[in-house]
């Protein structure tokens, strides 16, 4: 009886390994990381921290494999504004929003084998991408321009696209953020999202990106903190046994991978603390635990597994439903070690348009771009600009590490250009005077993010654009706000690729689309 409790306990333990998925710091994998992966610790999560090169990831993939080879490697790689692989220098490839713009399904699927390839190059086996929430909340503070769009078809094809592509790739895709997060008003990493919307409302919109998911078999699904009271009245999704097995599962018939959004973000830790928001999470449905974006700590790692551990000797949670979860987790890795066998056999498919130094992110940046001419003809720069920067502060998910706009770009074509980063802390008139002072008599091009959403941005613009009429805009956020400017330039994003296709636009070396 002794051994059979003994080998009980030691399951019990390695099980509440296997559902987690927590980061670490640096880039190489801690001692303490990869004594945890021979305990039963099954998969880790890339953050920018952890990035060098590709060459470093494919080191660390390659440490971590050594103590186990189905050890699953995830990173939150959207491309677009939301880039680890590129956390330094701005992704190669355009985000969702751009892609959207575009229309084209088979872009959106040749920019995500692509980006697939790269990181199944480097060792990366799970990608926490794609967002298919319909940004229907046009003051979205998270969401924004890493959603297809605001209408629900266009987002369901361009899912299914993408999935399509990082898969062939021998990625596993992870569907974000369920059941819909495109319809809120509050960041999930700061608060609790609520979504005031009837059932009728959900099934017609938000559900129909994850159910064409689902059957284009997205291999995992990531929940979302929001609060929808039409299925939940008191949990959030990702611990709501009604939206994750009952809606998922049992509703939308969903077998794969069910994965949390992270969980020390306040939506669910303000509630409920780490340890709880898992022990609820995985009863709830959901068969691995996101930690990392915050807390990478050895410490993290144990108070999780022994909250699950403990959980399971009180009776607060199955031990069946957390062997069912970590069982998932492994089915997950099988696949994806089967698939990186598939990726390196000699003569293995590669899709028209990605092999190796593919500039498709780039092309996809180009056509994504809209021209909005002013009054006068544009003439185009042919000598250094001035480049103001109107920045509004970074949200969580894209952080403030990853330089963004057109300044680079534009100085590489035009050497000599400079630039200013100005914010909403200062009067329009006093922000002006300081744009004019720094420009002298160089032309002028004022780059903005969501202007829509940041009335100081739009008061600033209009004041610019009153003592400088030549001056060009060129916004890289959500494109609603009015077109303004001696040309207007929406690039729907503010990837590296982004702004190059934005700098040729403005010397004239693109006409642009």
């Known amino acids: 009886m002794t051994t059979l409790l003994r080998g009980s306990s030691a399951t019990l333990t390695r099980d509440a390994l296997t559902v987690l998925q927590p980061g670490f710091p640096g880039t190489t994998a801690p001692d303490w990381v990869l004594r945890h992966i021979g305990e039963g610790l099954s998969a880790v999560g890339l953050f920018g921290r952890n990035i060098e090169s590709p060459e470093q990831i494919a080191a660390l993939a390659a440490q971590l494999r050594a103590e186990r080879d189905d050890v699953l490697i995830a990173i939150d790689e959207e491309g677009g504004d939301v880039t680890r692989l590129e956390v330094r220098g701005g992704s190669s490839f355009p985000g969702n929003y751009a892609l959207g713009a575009v ?44 959603a297809f769009g605001d209408e629900t078809e266009l987002t369901a094809r361009h899912t299914v696209a993408y999935i399509e592509g990082m898969q062939a790739a021998g990625v596993a895709a992870c569907t974000k953020h369920f059941p819909g997060h495109g319809d809120t008003n509050v960041d999930s990493h700061e608060d609790l999202p609520r979504v005031d919307v009837d059932l009728d409302t959900l099934h017609a919109r938000d559900l129909v990106p994850f159910r064409a998911a689902i059957a284009a078999g997205s291999k995992a699904v990531m929940s979302a903190h929001i609060l929808l009271p039409a299925l939940d009245p008191s949990r959030p999704a990702t611990v709501s046994p009604q939206i994750l ?14 994965v949390t959004d992270g969980i020390e973000m ?57 062997a069912d979860a970590a069982e998932r987790v492994r089915a997950l890795a099988a696949w994806t070690r089967q698939a990186r066998g598939a990726a390196t056999e000699p003569g293995a498919a590669t899709q028209e348009g990605t092999a190796p130094g593919s500039d498709i992110g780039l092309v996809a940046a ?148």
């Not at 940004?135 to 924004?144: F, K």
């Open 103 to 146: 229309d084209d399904v088979d872009l959106t699927r040749a920019v995500a084998h692509e980006l697939g390839r790269r990181l199944a190059a480097c060792g990366v086996d799970l990608n926490w991408s794609p967002s298919a929430d319909v940004n229907s909340n046009p003051d979205n503070p998270v969401i924004g321009v890493r």
């Open 245 to 258: 097995t009952g809606l998922l599962r049992e509703e939308l018939g969903y077998q794969g991978l069910i």
């Open 266 to 322: 306040r939506a669910v830790s303000a509630t409920y603390g780490i340890e709880r928001g898992s022990v609820l999470a995985i009863a709830a449905g959901a068969d691995a635990i996101c930690v990392g974006g915050g807390l990478n700590d050895e410490g993290t790692v144990l108070q999780l597994r022994d909250a699950l551990v403990a959980a399971v000797r009180k009776g607060e949670l199955s031990e069946e439903r957390l």
């Open 366 to 513: 180009r056509r994504a771009v809209r021209l909005t001419p002013g009054a006068r003809p544009f003439e185009p720069l042919t000598g250094p600009a001035y480049v103001a920067a109107l920045t509004p502060v970074a949200n969580f998910a894209v952080g403030d590490e990853t330089p963004w706009g057109i300044a680079a770009e534009l100085a590489g074509l035009l050497p000599g250009t400079a630039t200013g980063t100005y914010t909403g802390e200062t009067s329009a008139a006093e922000l002006v005077t300081e744009v004019l002072g720094n420009a002298g008599d160089r032309r002028i091009v004022a780059v903005v993010r969501d202007a829509h959403r940041h009335p100081w941005m739009t008061g600033a613009l209009d004041a610019l654009l009153a003592a400088r009429p030549d001056t060009a805009v060129v916004e890289m956020g959500i494109d609603r706000a009015e077109p303004r400017g001696a040309l207007h330039i929406a690039t729907r994003g503010a990837a590296r690729v982004c702004g190059r296709a934005a700098a040729e636009v403005l010397t004239g070396r693109e006409a642009g689309v």
